[in-house]
């Protein structure tokens, strides 16, 4: 731990105390002069200050070199993880018109647990129930959200429930899940050198893990043509797999794996598209950041098969807010909606859900 902290202080040291305090979630620098952190969910200015732009531009070329990577003129942005597993993406000017911009989303050691996101209001006690049977009965699920809503910290907590026999396949950019089962084989992605040779994609290696017999696959999170690839697996047997994606609707989390599938340059008519997205994920978990900070699971929505060529899903739980305080703190309940088509089946199982009246 030191020896990371001692890494980035080298090279970071205005924001020293921002990197050290484990309450500070992200460092956005806006050039030498203007430094954001996120603490508890809120933005705040911090009063911290590089020397002048050669000095971050120097920091963050230094970031980039330590990490194997190259931040120059030629190749102007950095998207890499740290030694100490945070992320760190980077660029410079004349790409930007305000000096050297760096995002720096911190690494949790804590794995946000089920047990602290009930705690902490983030989810109900009936969502648990029904996240439950959705992993214990192999129904694929999407996380969505929109950025920094908390779409990977409940991707892992979901991943929880899976049952300790199972081969778990996870594949990621960088590495954030913390899967705890036995059988767990993680893949990362790679980008190319300096000369655009040896790049490894979420796509590449999706297509790897198929020949590799998994029980289930965890994709960090869907951002292009790997979408196809995902949608054919998960409808050709490979059930009770899970990923993100950013969406900001259960609703619109389809038309987003639609669009991120028509990215893979395979051309595919558009119902039969629609008929494998609709065919292939099951449910959606959809988290948000609300007014005050505070994230949530605002929903957990099943996708209904196509009607006339058009997406369905129907809310099983959803968020309701009743009124935000003088203090800003939202207020609000979860409440339940319509009972699940896996009524049944669950309790074949002898598997919990919620009283739906």
Avoid at 50 to 58: D, G, I, M, T
Avoid at 138 to 152: E, F, L, Q, Y
Avoid at 323 to 340: A, H, S, T, Y
Wanted: hydrophobic share 40%; aromatic share 4%; glycine share 6%.
């Amino acid at each position: 731990m030191e020896n990371e902290n001692s890494f980035l202080v080298l090279f970071l040291t205005p924001v020293k105390e921002y990197l050290e305090d484990d309450e500070v979630s992200e460092i956005l620098i806006n050039g030498p002069e203007s430094i954001y952190i996120e603490k508890h969910g809120k933005l705040q200015k911090t009063p911290a200050r590089f020397l002048s732009e050669p000095a971050l531009k120097a920091a963050a070329t230094n970031i980039a070199k330590s990490v194997g990577r190259l931040l120059n003129d030629d190749n102007p942005r950095l998207d890499a993880r740290l030694p100490d597993g945070s992320r760190v993406h980077a660029v410079i000017p004349p790409l930007t018109n305000c000096g050297t911009v760096i995002a720096i989303r911190k690494f949790k050691r804590d794995t946000l647990s089920i047990d602290k996101m009930l705690s902490f209001g983030s989810i109900s006690d009936d969502a648990v129930l029904l996240i439950k049977a959705l992993v214990a009965l192999h129904k694929n699920v999407i996380v969505s959200g929109a950025t920094s809503s908390g779409k990977t910290s409940v991707l892992n907590a979901l991943s929880s429930f899976i049952n300790n026999d199972e081969r778990v396949l996870v594949i990621e950019d960088a590495r954030e899940l913390q899967l705890q089962q036995e059988h767990v084989v993680s893949f990362e992605t790679r980008k190319p050198d300096k000369n655009g040779n040896g790049e490894v994609t979420i796509r590449d290696l999706i297509i790897s893990s198929l020949r590799l017999r998994p029980d289930r696959l965890v994709i960090g999170e869907i951002r292009g043509g790997e979408a196809l690839d995902l949608l054919q697996a998960l409808n050709t047997g490979h059930a009770g797999s899970m990923s993100t994606i950013h969406a900001n609707t259960p609703l619109d989390c389809l038309f987003r794996l639609e669009t991120c599938a028509l990215l893979s340059g395979i051309e595919i008519p558009l119902m039969a598209l629609r008929a494998q997205v609709a065919s292939a994920i099951d449910a959606v978990v959809h988290t948000a950041r609300l007014s005050d900070g505070s994230r949530k699971v605002i929903a957990i929505s099943e996708v209904l098969p196509l009607k006339d060529g058009e997406y369905q899903t129907r809310d099983l739980l959803v968020w309701q807010t009743d009124r935000i305080g003088p203090d800003g703190k939202v207020e609000g309940r979860f409440v339940l909606k319509n009972k699940p088509s896996f009524f049944e089946q669950a309790a074949i199982s002898n598997l919990p859900l919620p009283k739906y009246e």
